[in-house]
């Protein structure tokens, strides 16, 4: 997620928003007694939408409360360049001190961990120091250029042991080596989502989409069908094609589109292959869809990763059905399964 910068993001799959839009406005037609609630929250860099349809504009205003509180709680304690739990960790990390960690916070890592070991650390999550050397922290910079060859090397050497690696005694973690630095910005967005999805659940809001910059996850049905959500072509503003998402699928999009650098002509994205420190390349997006969106979220960037060699037994490897790959130069890779479900868009 790099909870850090991503209105690009944002802006880059508004074609997704848009068809998640479209699909909202059918809804209100659909059903006569629930009513469209919508919801907007600049927040962790990117904008966070959650669309509801209920009858209950009280418990709509009480869930959305409580989802602010938790994005803006989660954007300051997971992000690692932050003032927070995880930053703490980090620093704890550094002395080689053990440090308690917070339930959830737990439960994530120990997550990233399992993911890490089935992707075979095409998923990584501790490449803090890697993602800080290739200044996807601060995205903003002017006059960027790749970091010396010997620094890459060194920092993911660093890196290679990954979350894997931490050691667990109930809460309190400790880790094999001061030079891990934890990053959850590619499963964090998961997370948040399973989140989002319990608190509307106990308001009794059944049918919603929660859409974070393009990430998303779906409630229920809109109105009397299922969300259509569009697939966004990469790096371009229209959609490929569109999908029905089932109630409780997410819906996760990890590209080379919205968050790089570019150095003499050739792009640098902000997804690194922890096989050689460098941005992933190959892959211009991915596209997974899963009931778990944790899952799915790291799946979309192991695969952006681990690119169309590799997309098939990946794929197998972690139990997703639904996955759709676009290479750098345009050609497509489906899962069977995915094939028969996106509608195709005319060009
Ligand atoms: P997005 O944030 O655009 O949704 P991802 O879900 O792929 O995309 O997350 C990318 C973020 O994950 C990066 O900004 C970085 O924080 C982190 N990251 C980069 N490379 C990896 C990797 N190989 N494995 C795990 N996390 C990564
Ligand atoms: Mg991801």
Known sequence: MRLTQGLP?????AALAALAALAAVAACHGSAESNEFERRYATMGTIVTVTAFTRSEKNFAAAASELERLLFNIGREWYPWADGELARINKAIARSESVQVSHRLREVLQRAAELESLTASRFNAALGELSEAWGFNEPLQTGWRPPERELIERLLENALPGAQSLRWSDDLLTAPASEIKLDLGGIAK???LEDAARILKAYGI?????????????????GDRRARIG??????SDALGWVAIASNE??????????FFEFEGKRFAHVLDPRTGYPAVGTSSV??????PMLADAAATALLVAGSVEFESLCAELGVEYALLVTTSGDLRLTRSMAERVNWLPN
């Open 9 to 13: 993001k944002a802006l880059a799959l």
């Open 190 to 192: 998961g997370a948040i």
């Open 206 to 222: 059944e049918n919603a989409i929660i859409d974070i910059g393009g990430d998303l996850l779906v409630l229920g049905r809109i």
């Open 231 to 236: 697939i966004r072509r990469p790096g371009d």
């Open 250 to 259: 997410a819906v996760m999009t990890s590209g080379d589109y919205e968050r």
């Open 287 to 292: 596209t997974v869809i899963h009931r778990d």
